[in-house]
């Protein structure tokens, strides 16, 4: 069986991230539904595309199709055609949102389809402007501004009486509460942030039976491999984002523990913590001082990063889950796929609080604009849609095709898989420890001070005890001290 996309593909300039955990794997936006090209606000440089792609074995149970609102929904997201060949959330996102289309002959959904660098610039000025989709995902940090704002409608009463209700997992929630009340439905799939991937043939070359514990080792590593020209890990951090959701939110908590970003979301914490502070200061030496990473990481992404090591340039590569995901599906039928394994981060040589981190959650939540509220019919519709989206349809269609996990929890069936899936799997909700995502919390301004003084200080241009004292300003601004 095939399924027919059909898109109108808009190019866009890249833009600097502003902050978050994601991937942006085509710098393109792409607009569907019945909308003229000549209304979808980017450069007009148009190319309509038909592409045929095998469908998953096991589909989406279908949406309802009885609502009384005739008309349009704009919704705003980044599952991209091209991101959905090789990551099972935005393919699941995709698959609901055409199903649930199809179910509602009588509305129009007015989609904009921004790579995920883009999305978040754009929403943060659509946000700016008071102009928000009526239905778009929202990124934690930026709940409790947004909401203070008034720029969303109050979910609490329709995710408490949710016909799905009994099955989601409320922890998920966490990001998106503000003023006790619930802003959005957690989407798209949980998973980390913060993986090592790792070649074990070449670790084992190496001298390595599996990925070392200690970054003591992986600098013993590091000799082996430059010897052979080859990268021993690769990152990519051009977009900012990639050290701190892919990294510092990880290794802090070896140096930190779990009480502190609980403060910091409490608004008590400080980011001059010794503790943080000594995590800023090893993040520097792993990056500047040791010949463990490739030295472009600072001009590449992780898409170019995950090359690296797709092409045996690199013996590992740290990255999310997507990068998983895309790094299977590029190595089908390749043995190097057989040979890739997960391992957490390896411990610092002075942290005192370690264990098997690896920060998962779900980063983005369906939210509604508190104008798409004015009308009660769409309203009802919205929330019929953000409710099927990241409901038992969304989680049954990933866990049954990817071996994924949703807001609402289904049962994943592991033998039904290959090892590489089983291994991730394990890796992601068995076998480590779940830490919070830094950038799901608190405020976009916080972090895009960390994360631009960050790069520099990788560079060895700015102090770790600098960084994270205007990190501290920009955190006492946000809370208004």
Not at 92 to 105: D, E, I, K, S
Request: proline letters at 4%.
């Amino acid at each position: 069986m095939k399924k027919k996309v059909v898109s109108i593909l808009l190019a866009t300039s890249m833009v600097a991230s502003l902050a978050g955990c994601g991937s942006d794997p085509n710098p393109a936006a792409e607009t569907t539904g019945d909308a003229p090209a000549a209304e979808a606000e980017a450069p007009a440089a148009e190319a309509e595309t038909e592409a045929e792609t095998e469908a998953p074995a096991a589909d989406a149970a279908p949406a309802s199709g009885d609502l009384a609102y005739s008309g349009n929904i704009s919704i705003m997201h980044y599952s991209t055609s091209e991101e959905s060949e090789g990551n099972g959330g935005s393919d699941g996102f995709r698959t609901c949102l055409a199903n649930w289309q199809n179910a509602h002959g009588n509305i129009t959904l007015d989609e904009e389809v921004l790579a995920n660098d883009d999305y978040k610039t754009q929403i943060a000025t659509r946000a700016a402007a008071d102009d928000l989709p009526d239905v778009f995902l929202l990124q934690g940090m930026n709940t409790i501004s947004w909401a203070n704002q008034g720029l969303m409608y109050d979910l609490t009463d329709s995710i408490k009486n949710s016909p799905y209700a009994d099955q989601y997992k409320m922890d998920y929630m966490i990001p998106f509460t503000a003023n006790d009340k619930y802003w959005a439905y957690p989407a798209l799939t949980g998973g980390t942030c913060t993986v090592v991937i790792y070649d074990s043939a070449m670790w084992k070359e190496a001298g390595f039976d599996t990925f070392p514990t200690t970054w003591a080792d992986v600098e013993k590593a590091a000799e082996y491999f430059s010897g052979q020209g080859i990268d021993t890990i690769a990152f990519g951090n051009s977009g900012q984002w990639q050290l701190n959701s892919c990294f510092v939110s990880c290794l802090g908590y070896q140096y930190t523990g779990t009480q502190w970003f609980a403060d910091i979301i409490a608004g008590t914490g400080s980011f001059e913590d010794p503790n943080f502070v000594a995590a800023l200061t090893e993040t520097q030496r792993l990056f500047h001082d040791t010949n463990i990473f490739n030295k472009d990481f600072n001009a590449i992404n992780n898409e170019d990063a995950r090359e690296y090591y797709i092409s045996g340039d690199a013996a590992a590569f740290i990255g999310g889950n997507w990068d998983a995901s895309y790094i299977q599906a590029t190595l089908e039928g390749d043995p190097k796929k057989d040979t890739t394994k997960f391992a957490v981060l390896p411990q610092a040589a002075d942290s005192t609080k370690y264990e098997k981190f690896q920060n998962i959650g779900l980063g983005y939540g369906m939210a509604i604009s508190a104008k798409a509220a004015q009308d009660p019919d769409k309203l009802a519709a919205c929330i019929d849609l953000c409710q099927y989206m990241t409901g038992p349809a969304f989680s049954e269609y990933v866990g049954a095709n990817y071996a994924l996990a949703g807001f609402c929890s289904s049962d994943v069936d592991l033998s039904a898989f290959d090892q590489y899936t089983q291994d991730f799997y394990n890796f992601s909700y068995v076998d480590t420890k779940g830490c919070e995502i830094y950038d799901s919390y608190v405020d976009g301004s916080v972090w895009s001070v960390l994360n631009t003084e960050m790069q520099e200080m990788v560079n060895g241009d700015k102090d770790p005890a600098t960084v994270a004292a205007d990190t501290q300003a920009a955190y006492k601004a946000y809370l208004g001290q």
